[in-house]
């Protein structure tokens, strides 16, 4: 009997078989096989499954043997969403060859990315046209030299898969603003009218992705496009939701918006008659009679865009009223009237911008009058009003969504002011719940859904997990596997018992115990903390005495991403890394790699983070208590993240020290504990702490 032809167990039994036979050094491990099981399980019945597969559990062959194997009975294809990139390539040039080949199917599997991940090569073409004959008259040109240049219009002459992320890997280091310019966008896009040389890559990726026996997206475009859930998520033979734990943060930041200044600046350049829109259709109108009326419609929608900034730059000033010094981000206050923060210039705002959208509705209609008399023929004219009509629909978007957040008494979503990138005060808006949400968008569509993760719960208790999602509780099966390597003698657990975090003297006391650990076992260490605050205070005390004895120290910084400081720290030796969210996990060190891992505080989020002080007070007024449902659980599920950055495989070794104090002293200090794989030793300075390591060690 062919694998094919064999029940969906022992298909997968004999799948399994296969890679130990052939594949060096596979090994089943128990977790994996239990996983695969209740996966086919759920597979042959239907049903939602939900499985905490820690590291070393090889969760990715787990699910996607079985779900293979489901395909090819004739299943709809499968759909894997991530939340990371990296899981993404890790599926993709890993994992999924090796199911594949362990299954001997002619399975055909892709990532499917969101349309602004793709070239659009009319675009492309019409833009690069354009900067030349711009450069060529002495305007702004330049931000390409002109070999990257030359390099650039050869991969979009030559490319076969149009995936903008391969510019990098090849030495095009392209700004974004030109990404922007000639990524597929479904504002600026000539539809079925389009032939560009070639075809189209987001089209072509729709339809390869139809096609696909597996298909890879992320939980961002998953949330976002109807689309998707409509043909891929609705046709799917199964769904597996891998890095689950993301699902309800990025469900609400799908759900919100954002609207500040820089937003509306940088929308304003893309329009203008600079370097905008206006500029293209400016050059598309004929010169002589036939263009004038033309010419006057677009000037006046150019001038309509400074009225927009001033006032939306006034608005931003009287926002600032909310935001103290020092404070990134705060809550709309209760009580506090709109018009009373900004009496003038939010109406001002609204107003500007609908004299823009009319004024950009007028300037189009004008262009486009009496069969485009007054364009030049030809497909620069198309082009231009193809761009044209794509930053109008985003002004009306821009509207659409100032009045949207500026719906501050909403009780379902929490209002808050911020700062944007350019520290200018900025109007957001988030769901408080999106259960529903998730619900009906994900996981109605679907017959069968995996939610799996290395840590999908804070603790034992898994259904409150579920009940954020969406799902009942009593409608998912749950599986917590055990890692399935022998941590309690693998890692050494220690927890200072000294000062707490909001005694002053802790950054000091943290950075002689980091400098002392560092100094004696020369191991590369990695401090996880919660704020650049006291990252920089930890630096600052702690780069002396490093180096002093040579030791490299890496210290992240705001908005720095973890992955090119996580390469420089695997290639120290001995090197101490202080790093903040991005490094409680997502991030890969195995071996000597990473030996001893700092935690300096207990991972709590901010009180005064806007959503969370919104849904605790939602929480308080229906009773329930937000530490212990929110805090507490959102802080254990991202302690038992950090901790697992530190053993990778099953030969690791390595010590975690705890340096906040409430692991022993307070009531909740044991569920921390509880998530160590041993109880932690309790110490009470730096010395003891570094003399036990050192035997640990030796
Ligand atoms: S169909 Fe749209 S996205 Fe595709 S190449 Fe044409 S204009 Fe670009």
């Known amino acids: 009997m062919t694998i094919a ?274 500029r293209l259709l400016n050059r598309a109108i004929r010169r002589g009679s036939r263009g004038v009326a033309a010419a006057t419609a677009v000037a006046e929608a150019d001038r309509a865009l400074k009225p927009v900034l001033t006032s939306a730059a006034e608005v931003a000033h009287d926002l600032e009223a909310l935001l103290p010094p020092g404070i990134s981000s705060i809550l709309w206050p209760r009580g506090v009237d709109l018009a009373r923060v900004s009496p003038r210039a939010v109406d001002e705002c609204l107003t500007a911008i609908g004299v823009l959208t009319r004024a950009l509705t007028a300037a189009l209609d004008s262009v486009e009058e009496g069969e485009r008399a007054a364009l030049r023929p030809g497909s620069v004219s198309e082009d231009a009003l193809d761009e044209g009509r794509g930053r109008l629909a985003r002004w009306v978007e821009v509207d659409q969504a100032l009045r949207s957040v500026l719906r501050y008494e909403d009780r379902d979503v929490a209002t808050y002011v911020d700062r944007d990138e350019r520290g200018s005060a900025r109007l957001n808006r988030r769901p408080l719940e999106v259960g529903l949400v998730l619900r009906d968008s994900i996981f109605a569509l679907s017959e069968r859904t995996l939610l799996t993760s290395a840590t999908l719960t804070p603790s034992t208790e898994i259904a409150p997990a579920h009940a954020a999602l969406g799902l009942d509780p009593d409608d998912v099966e749950s599986l917590r596997l055990p890692s399935p390597f022998p941590l309690e003698r693998q890692m050494a657990t220690l927890a200072m018992d000294g000062l707490e975090p909001n005694d002053p003297g802790f950054s000091r006391s943290l950075a002689s115990l980091v400098g002392a650990i560092a100094t004696t076992l020369r191991k590369n260490t990695l401090v996880l903390l919660t704020s650049y605050q006291m990252l920089d205070e930890v630096a600052a005390r702690l780069r002396p005495a490093l180096d002093a004895a040579g030791i490299p120290l890496l210290a992240q910084s705001p908005g720095e991403a973890a992955g090119p400081l996580a390469s420089s720290f695997r290639a120290g030796s001995g090197a101490v890394l202080l790093g903040t969210a991005s490094f409680w996990e997502g991030v890969d060190f195995p071996g000597e790699a990473l030996e001893v891992l700092v935690i300096a505080r207990l991972p709590f989020a901010v009180p005064t983070d806007p959503v969370v002080a919104a849904r605790s007070e939602r929480m308080v007024e229906e009773g329930v208590d937000p530490f212990r449902e929110l805090m507490l659980p959102e802080a254990l599920l991202r302690f038992r993240q950090g901790v697992g950055r530190l053993i990778r495989t099953s030969t690791d070794r390595g010590a975690v020290v705890v340096v906040d104090p409430r692991i022993a002293r307070a009531w909740y200090g044991e569920r921390f504990a509880a998530a160590l794989p041993s109880p932690p030793r309790v110490v009470r300075s730096a010395d003891e702490a570094v003399s036990l390591l050192v035997r640990w060690f030796a």
């Open 5 to 278: 032809h064999a029940t969906l167990p022992s298909a997968v039994e004999s799948a399994f078989a296969r890679l130990e036979r052939y594949l060096t050094p596979f090994e089943r491990r128990e977790g994996q096989m239990e996983m695969a099981a209740r996966w086919t399980e759920t597979l042959d019945r239907g049903g939602t499954l939900a499985v905490e597969a820690p590291t070393g559990i090889g969760k990715s062959l787990g699910y996607l043997l079985p779900a293979l194997l489901h395909r090819s009975r004739g299943s709809g294809p499968i759909l894997v969403s991530t939340h990371t990139k990296a899981l993404q390539d890790q599926l993709i040039r890993r994992d999924l060859p090796l199911a594949i080949k362990a299954t001997s199917l002619p399975l055909r599997a892709m990532v499917l990315m969101g349309r602004g991940s793709y070239l659009c090569r009319r675009r492309a073409q019409a833009r690069l046209a354009q900067r030349r004959l711009f450069a060529a008259e002495g305007g702004p040109s330049g931000i390409l030299d002109s070999g990257a240049m030359e390099r650039l219009e050869e991969w979009i002459e030559r490319t076969r898969t149009g995936v903008l992320d391969e510019l990098p890997g090849l030495g095009i280091a392209t700004p974004g603003t030109l990404l922007s310019e000639i990524a597929s966008d479904p504002f600026v896009c000539a539809g079925s009218g389009c032939d560009p040389a070639g075809g189209c890559f987001a089209k072509a990726a729709r339809r390869d992705a139809r096609r696909a026996d597996i298909v890879i997206v992320n939980h961002a475009l998953l949330l976002s496009d109807p689309g998707l859930r409509g043909t891929l998520l609705a046709e799917s033979g199964a769904l597996i939701l891998d890095e689950a734990h993301h699902l309800e943060r990025v469900a609400r930041e799908q759900r919100g918006v954002s609207l500040g200044v820089s937003d509306l600046t940088r929308l304003a350049a893309r329009t203008d008659a600079k370097t905008g829109a206006l």
